[in-house]
């Protein structure tokens, strides 16, 4: 029996039937399995669809290009609806309240994405002689990828799903043979893992090829990798909560005795990405002993094009005036466009994660602070009594790694040629010490004060604390492209098209590391210490950190930790992260964060005037 499928470009709507119509007319929105599955067009047509629903939290769903939904949970930044919060305390954050991603859920939630995928890899056989099996076998590979990566999203939110595995057919079938009830989570994450190896074995059957936008084995082991580093990490943390891990039979959690397993298979899915020698880190600008070039590196990595990036992997692709973003639009300082900027702010606490960097790019007054984490103290600020002044914000980190200031905009620091002026307000002539009763400031963003002469708006180009301006004074950076031109930053009509890097090769160095460490605390065998002592050397020089900080002997989990947290600012990985760790309500629960408040003094000291 010839079945049906809608058609990829039909607008879904309202059929009305009346009685002069011949119901065995097929209906123009609607086209057969013959046409779709005869020919390569109606094939990749299919495969975009079903490439276009990859459950991917991007610039557009989950919202970062707003409120940067999973990121603000995590404490290292705080969503334009936050903006309001920035004097709940002295210099702090109030906690943010709410649940994760509501919206993006229900996208995530949808078998009826898992059915358009089942019933592609039942149907495309049925007409495999009509192409070369290599590429039936790509085809099939990549079906399969996409369903272990939508299946990832669920679980890691819901712990065990019902697992779908083929087109339930009713009403040929009875409710009761197409009910699914939950699967245990480690069930899915053993299905997950198998859908990877069905791909990869897949992919081997088919000619190697790099199609921008599309999936490959080496996509297929990166994901391998991070899945079962999720699943190992619950295995082992789960216990932490009183009530344990194993809640309804299974339903969520996974037995403590697989931890190792999972581990092992995480490291082996990214050593194999290592050993194809693919992929890797990305230098093209980087130069040893140069903070500026180190900088624009960090920068480049995540604006350049994919095919000129050896560290992109996967990566989701945009096209001004189809698929363009306003995440660069939305996100940079309110001085670039007033109409948008300013919906994401970085908290202190992300900034004093960082350490000073390598001696050999500090001056010489801080080279012995090389590799001391950074932290803003009163040795650095003064007190509101005896205030320490500089003269421009951004002078108070001076000699943080070159990666913080390539992920993060600091008051005072230089965008698309500009210095980015943020103030808390204006502590008016004659104030010798900083007081809230003196300080100035405004609800009008134009207002200014004047004195001898001069004129000053009291929040600078950029603003703190109002709407669509930072709450911090520190805005983000990555994913910007400095080159933009000025029409794509105001002009509605157009957008960034900076793609999303889903996947990047230093998250496989870093899944191979955790993996090490892991694995020598739960079995003893240390045999992978070194690499990944050598992982996190070259992810540090990379950053411009101290790079021989750690050994195979010293390395810890804390150390693997926190490169990752520097590494992946605004790629949706450190809520995750936090979730798979089990640390997160150790880092959120009743917990104030901060913000930096650059107060600009009339009467400074020479050209310093600036109390942070």
Known sequence: MKKIIKNMMAIAGAVVLHSCIDLDVMPPNFTTDEEVFTSEDGVIAYMARIYKDVPIVQFYQGDLAYNAESDRYTGDLAGLSDWAAWDAGPGSLRQWNGHYDSKYQRYVWDYGHIRRINYFLETIDLYAGNFAAAKVSSWKAQAHWIRAFRYFEMVKRYGGVPIVDRVLNYPEESLDEIRSPRNKEKDCYDFILKDCDEALELFEKSAEERIEGYANKWDVLALKSRVALYAASIAKYGPRYPQGHLYANGVTGVPTEDAAGYFQTAYEAAEAIVQGGQYALYKNSWKA??????????????????????????????????????????????????????????????????????????????????????????????????????????????????????????????????????????????????????????????????????????????????????????????????????????????????????????????????????????????????????????????????????????????????????????????????????????EMDNVRKRAVKPVYFWDGDGDKHYYM
């Open 289 to 586: 002993g140069d903070p500026v070039a180190i900088k624009k590196n960090f920068e480049e990595l995540f604006y350049i094009t994919p095919g000129a990036n050896k560290e992109a992997m996967f990566s989701r692709q945009y096209m001004d005036g189809l698929s363009s973003t306003w995440y660069m639009k939305n996100c940079l300082p309110y001085q670039f466009n007033p109409g948008y900027g300013g919906r994401l702010s970085i908290t202190l606490e992300f900034v004093e994660r960082f350490e000073y960097a390598d001696a050999s790019l500090l001056p010489a007054a801080l080279t012995s602070k090389a590799g001391e984490r950074f932290a803003l103290t009163t040795a650095l600020t003064g007190t509101d009594a005896a205030p320490i002044l500089y003269e421009n914000p951004q002078d108070v980190f001076e000699g943080i790694e070159p990666r913080l200031q390539a992920s993060v905009t600091l008051p005072g620091s230089i965008l698309r040629g500009e210095e980015v002026e943020v103030r808390y307000g204006i502590m008016p002539k004659g104030a010798s010490t900083f007081s809230e009763a003196t300080l100035l400031r405004s609800d009008n963003f134009d207002a200014a004060y004047e004195a001898d002469g001069k004129s000053m708006k009291y929040q600078g180009k950029s603003g703190m604390g109002m709407d669509r301006t930072t709450c911090t004074s520190i805005y983000p950076r990555k994913w910007f492209d400095p080159n933009m031109p000025e029409e794509y930053v105001k002009d509605t009509s157009h957008g960034s098209v900076v793609p999303w890097i889903e996947f990047r090769y230093a998250e496989v160095l870093l899944n191979i590391a955790e993996a090490a460490v892991e694995l020598k605390a739960l079995t003893g065998d240390a045999s992978k210490m070194a690499e990944a002592a050598q992982i996190i050397h070259d992810i540090r020089e990379r950053a411009g950190a101290t790079a021989d900080k750690y050994t195979a002997a010293t390395l810890t989990i804390d150390a693997v930790r926190s490169e990752r947290r520097k590494e992946f600012l605004l790629e949706n990985k450190t809520f995750w992260d936090q979730r798979r760790w089990r640390t997160a309500h150790e």
